[in-house]
């Protein structure tokens, strides 16, 4: 089963422009996490929050957590044409082992 | 520091044929994971190991698919006979094994990618 759903399935933008992804989710969590997947490749860990965090930042990436929402977005500033991919959400529900959950992704294409 | 290595890259056989994949994690990672990815849809959990021992499995497809992780390092996933609706990538992931303070993500390999004919 998947626990997180991204939202829009699919986002075409002009280079240098933001992209923005959302992600809900259903039970409660110990962490959140986006990959991205370049096509035909294998996922890349872009960056994780845990619940008790609102925003984290690395370089040009940009995620936020709401926990009275069930829901994170993911935010890219200043958009290239290296950065299309699809992008992944995955939640952590905790408990005795470290299990991800991933959602049905986001293709985001970056027109150059 | 090495990536998760998966072989073979690509593999297409008939169906009622048997295949297995090879996943080697990162060095003193101690969780390691199979998950199956049909296309358009995100990665789905077959099976956790954590060392040699077996975590999860909830969603393994026992009838048909089987995997092992000798020593608590390499992994191989078999699935005999394979099924039309087995065509995906099959992706290895390995982690440090910190439920309590989650402070690092997977690490994938780049996959398998099974058809079934």
């Known amino acids: 089963s998947q626990q997180g759903e991204e939202d829009p399935q699919a986002l075409s933008i002009q280079e240098g422009e933001n992209a923005t992804m959302n992600c809900s989710y259903k039970?409660?969590?110990?962490?959140l996490q986006w990959y991205r997947q370049n096509s035909g490749r294998g996922l890349v860990h872009l960056i994780l929050i845990r619940s008790n965090e609102r925003e984290k930042h690395s370089g040009r990436l940009r995620v936020t957590l709401d926990t009275s929402k069930k829901s994170s977005s993911l935010l890219i500033t200043a958009s290239r044409a290296a950065d299309t991919a699809s992008y992944f959400c995955a939640t952590n529900s905790g408990g005795s082992n470290y299990k991800l959950t991933f959602g049905k992704g986001t293709l985001l294409t970056v027109n150059p | 520091e090495a990536g998760v290595a998966q072989s073979p890259r690509y593999k297409i056989i008939e169906k009622r044929q048997s295949v297995a994949f090879w996943c080697n994690p990162i060095s003193g990672h101690a969780t390691l994971y199979w998950y199956q990815q049909i296309l358009g849809q995100g990665p789905k959990l077959l099976i956790q190991f954590q060392n040699n021992g077996v975590v999860d499995d909830s969603q393994l497809p026992k009838d048909r698919f089987s995997a092992e992780r000798l020593k608590g390092v390499d992994s191989t996933l078999k699935i005999q006979p394979a099924k039309l609706e087995d065509s995906a990538v099959y992706l290895c992931?390995?982690?440090?094994?910190?439920?309590?303070?989650?402070?690092?993500?997977?690490?994938f390999g780049s996959g398998t990618r099974l058809t079934v004919v």
């Open positions: 992931a390995s982690s440090w094994d910190s439920p309590s303070t989650a402070n690092y993500g997977y690490t």
């Open positions: 039970t409660s969590i110990n962490n």
